[in-house]
T-cell receptor, first 112, second 114 residues
Framework: SQELEQSPQSLIVQEGKNLTINCTSSKTLYGLYWYKQKYGEGLIFLMMLQKGGEEKSHEKITAKLDEKKQQSSLHITASQPSHAGIYLCGADPGNAGNMLTFGGGTRLMVKP | ETGVTQSPTHLIKTRGQQVTLRCSSQSGHNTVSWYQQALGQGPQFIFQYYREEENGRGNFPPRFSGLQFPNYSSELNVNALELDDSALYLC?????????????FGPGTRLTVL
């Protein structure tokens, strides 16, 4: 079965600083999703990556999928308190119809 | 707002009881998936329904069952509740058009089993 490992598990940054979250898969990624979750709430879709080398951006958040399709990174530029939350990567193991496997999450706190 | 709603928001049950959680998908979405998220962990896939039929199941016992209705609503039923069933239960809906389809999550139901 596919496993996703996220690093770091938690992160505290000063407002305005840049940060990167990584997601490493034990198998080839066919679809990699990034979600954000406020504590105890539902998941908000951020971006989906499919092709090796693909990069997508939304506002100050950029996500990349490496060429070998086994690792993805999420980069936040000039972090703000509104970026605080839990970032989760999810993968569709073998293009099975979106029965997603998730990583353990990265808990981000942004200090004003 | 994702257009996916869940009820109730919170629920407290005792061990051995049965519970039904409800989800209302986005209009037109033909697929609904349910996930269990224990405190401090990522969500775990329970099962998926496509056009009212179970389409796949994760590593969960048969006491976890579900239904999907034609009106874009669905249910998750859990029998013989155990303490470890305490978690946030999330439903996610999508429209399957082939390949990878984005899932939109509801706000979740927090279940506490005492």
């Amino acid at each position: 079965s596919q496993e996703l490992e996220q690093s770091p598990q938690s992160l505290i940054v000063q407002e305005g600083k840049n940060l990167t979250i990584n997601c490493t898969s034990s198998k080839t990624l066919y679809g990699l999703y990034w979600y954000k979750q406020k504590y105890g709430e539902g998941l908000i879709f951020l971006m989906m990556l499919q092709k090796g080398g693909e990069e997508k951006s939304h506002e100050k958040i950029t996500a990349k999928l490496d060429e070998k399709k086994q690792q993805s990174s999420l980069h936040i530029t000039a972090s703000q308190p509104s970026h605080a939350g839990i970032y989760l990567c999810g993968a569709d193991p073998g293009n099975a119809g979106n029965m997603l496997t998730f990583g353990g999450g990265t808990r981000l706190m942004v200090k004003p | 707002e994702t257009g996916v709603t869940q009820s109730p928001t919170h629920l407290i049950k005792t061990r051995g009881q049965q519970v039904t959680l409800r989800c209302s998908s986005q209009s037109g979405h033909n697929t609904v998936s349910w996930y269990q998220q224990a405190l401090g962990q990522g969500p775990q896939f329970i099962f998926q329904y496509y056009r009212e039929e179970e389409n796949g199941r994760g590593n969960f016992p048969p006491r976890f069952s579900g239904l999907q209705f034609p009106n874009y609503s669905s249910e998750l039923n859990v029998n013989a509740l155990e303490l470890d069933d305490s978690a946030l239960y999330l439903c996610a809906s999508s429209f399957r058009a082939g390949g990878t389809d984005t899932q939109y999550f509801g706000p979740g139901t927090r279940l506490t089993v005492l």
